[in-house]
Every structure is written in structure tokens, then in C-alpha cells.
């Protein structure tokens, strides 16, 4: 291996207690109220269950312990009661990559044998962690590695919920039982964002029970605009967003015509840009302080010309945004090429000039195919050739 070279690393974790037959409860997803019921019908007094709930919460995901003999302040027939009816798991971290940039790619596994990725970004000032919803992707995004894998199952609130907890168990970020957060210095993991594999707005309440546990005051208190979901553009679930999640809102863009969307977001064929610009007209928290953000993949000869910068902020016109600018990240049999810098910043300019903030991503992980759109699982990753993925992006190979 050389100096350079990624790291890579197997994880052998803890074997799962949650096997087929077992029985058990996984207390991991629950909501609040979920949690509460599960308790009462273990046999907990109603006029407990409150506490209990609360007691439960704060070690779950407050300070993310995972054995009930570790709950002190339970009683032992109590913490044996709940060894006997729940389990307390996360998903199965397989493999660790470690990018040159520090940039870390996790395989996941979840019940099934199934897989997804997560990706943990550290920045200077936060550490990003890109969850996935889905294993797979409907919407087959032509651009995208993930969309040339087919959607096998929708994640439940557990398993989005247990990419955070296994990423801070790997970043070792959980406070000493009886310490707060704030304890450890700055957070490692201070963003989410739900860029993964998948599209959110597609499992919609195992997203937003899994965001309100992320964002609950007693456990991890994540606030709601750290959190960004992205979609593709699911235009009927748009407004319920911000009315049941409330968090921050981006917008798989990356086109200006119909056309060419099409092409590139099969779903604008169900639901084009006028109707989408529509909605997010009407997003509930649109407002400078909490601005749309559009994701634009700049492919060369596609959509990069000045022309497309400056239809972009025609059609955009009256909406607070800002628009990042995303350097296509290549994966074996790609379709598209990467917009070179110089076109780049020329887009960025016209945009900018127009009154928007213009952001030009810094590709991440790209050495590990961890990258925006290049996710896809180990197993699924290059059963199609290049001829089959240029075939459905509508293009000569």
C-alpha cells in the first residue's frame, strides 16, 4: 500500500442480538410515543412510563449505550426485564474506508444481508454525515451510480436513525453517562445530510421519525437546520417537509429544460420544473434565513453553458436560494464528463452576478467512491456495463 492509498478497513462488530426468531423488540427507531407504548405493554405502569421513556431515551441517544446493565439508575429487576423483552442494535458497519481527504465510507449492513453506505465529510468548522433512506434508488437518475442500482427495500426509522449512532460510536463522540454534549468540545458530527442512497421523500415517516429522534432536545439535539433532505423533486410530499420534519430543504436540480431534465431526473416526467418551481414557491419556510438550496452537477457539454446559468436564475427568480455548483464525480461506466474549472466558474459568475450565492463543491472521498452520486453497494456496484447505463441515459456509449 502506498502513503497515499485509502485505508480500508473490515469491522468485526458485536454479533447482532436481533436475530430471525428471536423475538425482541429493537428499541432503535422507536419514536417517543413508540417507545412508551412498548414499555406499557412490557409490563411497565402506565403512571412510570413517562420517566421511563425519558430514562430510556437519555441513554439510548443521549449517550448511546447499548447494554440495559449499564442503565444505573434502573433497577435490576427492571434492567431485567428489558434484557428479556428488547434488544438495542444498530446496523452491522462491514468495512471502513478512510479517504486521502479524511473523508470516511462505511458499508453498511441491515436485516436482509442487505447493504447501503454512509459517508462521514469533516470540515473545518463541522463534520457532515451523508445518511442513506433506501437501499437502492427508483428514480434511476442517469448521472448517478446509485440509479443504476435498483430499489430493493425503504430503510425503517432504525436503520436511518442507526447510520448517526454507528458514526458516532466510530468517531468515539457520545458523552460519559451524566455529561452533556457540549462536554466533548465541538461536535464531530454536527450535520446531516440525507443525500445517500435513495430518495427520502419515497419513505417519508421512516425519514421524519428518524429525523425528530435525531432532533429531540434530550438525545442527540441535532438542530433542524443542520439537517438538509434532498430530493429529486417529489412534488406532493414537498410542503409536508417543513410541516412534519422542518428541516432544511435542497433540490436535485441540474437542469433548465424539460428536455433535458428528463434526461438526466426521469422524475421531472412525472412532475416538471414548472411544477416543482411552483411548489417551492409555496414551501412554508422559504425566507432568506432558511433558503432553498439547488444542487447542480455540471456536466460538460450537457447543461454547463452560459446560456443554461443563465436560464437557471430566470427560472428561479423570487425564491431564496443559493445554488451549489457540484463537479460531476465519475464512476466505472459513466455516462456524462465532468465540466472542466474554467466553465465552471464561468457558470458560477453569471449566477452569482445575478444575486445568488454560487458555491463550487469540493468533490470528497472521490479515491473511495465516496463522492456525491457515486454511492452504490459493494454487491450492486458494476453488475451493468457501460453500454446498459449509456443506453438508459439516452445516449450513445
Not at 446496523?91 to 473523508?103: A, F, H, K, L
Not at 463541522?126 to 443504476?148: A, K
Request: glycine share 8%; aromatic share 6%.
Amino acid at each position: 500500500m502506498t502513503a497515499n492509498a485509502p485505508i480500508t478497513q473490515d469491522v468485526h462488530t458485536i454479533p447482532r442480538k436481533d436475530v430471525p426468531g428471536d423475538g425482541r423488540t429493537n428499541l432503535v427507531g422507536l419514536t417517543r410515543e413508540g417507545l412508551r407504548a412498548a414499555l406499557i405493554e412490557a409490563g411497565t405502569p402506565e403512571k412510570q412510563s413517562k420517566m421511563r421513556t425519558n430514562q430510556m431515551w437519555q441513554w439510548l441517544y443521549h449517550w448511546g449505550v447499548r447494554d440495559f446493565a449499564d442503565m444505573t439508575n434502573l433497577s435490576k429487576d427492571y434492567r431485567a426485564m428489558l434484557t428479556e423483552r428488547f434488544v438495542i442494535t444498530v446496523p452491522e458497519v462491514v468495512s471502513r474506508q478512510i479517504s486521502n481527504d479524511g473523508t470516511r465510507k462505511y458499508l453498511v449492513r441491515i436485516a436482509g444481508g442487505h447493504e447501503v453506505e454512509t459517508v462521514y465529510i469533516p470540515e473545518e468548522d463541522r463534520g457532515t454525515l451523508c445518511i442513506s433512506s433506501q437501499v437502492g434508488c427508483t428514480l434511476t437518475c442517469s448521472f448517478c451510480h446509485t440509479g443504476t442500482q435498483k430499489l430493493v427495500r425503504n430503510l425503517t426509522p432504525g436503520e436511518i436513525v442507526g447510520q448517526i449512532m454507528l458514526a458516532r460510536d466510530d468517531l468515539n463522540e457520545w458523552p460519559e453517562p451524566g455529561l452533556s454534549t457540549g462536554a466533548m468540545g465541538p461536535r464531530l458530527l454536527s450535520n446531516i445530510v440525507l443525500m445517500g442512497m435513495g430518495e427520502p421523500l419515497y419513505n417519508f415517516e421512516a425519514v421524519r421519525d428518524a429525523m425528530k429522534i435525531a432532533m429531540d432536545g434530550e438525545g442527540m439535539a441535532l438542530s433542524r437546520r443542520r439537517i438538509t433532505l434532498s430530493t429529486s423533486g417529489v412534488v406532493p410530499e414537498i410542503a409536508r417537509t417543513a410541516e412534519e420534519i422542518g428541516c432544511m430543504l435542497a433540490v436535485s436540480f441540474h437542469a433548465t429544460t424539460d428536455e433535458i431534465r428528463d434526461r438526466l431526473v426521469p422524475i421531472n416526467k412525472k412532475w416538471n420544473i414548472e411544477t416543482l418551481l411552483d411548489a417551492l414557491r409555496e414551501y412554508p419556510k422559504v425566507s432568506n434565513s432558511e433558503r432553498i438550496t439547488f444542487e447542480y452537477v455540471m456536466l460538460k457539454g450537457v447543461n454547463d453553458s452560459d446560456t443554461d446559468a443563465r436560464r437557471l436564475v430566470d427560472l428561479i427568480r423570487g425564491i431564496p436560494a443559493k445554488i451549489n455548483l457540484i463537479p460531476f464525480n465519475e464512476w466505472p461506466g459513466a455516462p456524462y464528463e465532468r465540466s472542466d474549472q474554467k466553465r465552471i466558474k464561468a457558470f458560477s459568475e453569471i449566477v452569482y452576478k445575478a444575486g445568488y450565492a454560487s458555491p463550487i463543491r469540493t468533490p470528497r472521498g472521490e479515491d473511495i467512491m465516496a463522492a456525491c452520486g457515486q454511492l452504490k453497494s459493494a454487491t450492486e456496484r458494476a453488475r451493468k456495463s457501460r453500454a446498459e447505463i449509456a443506453s438508459e441515459a439516452g445516449i450513445s456509449s
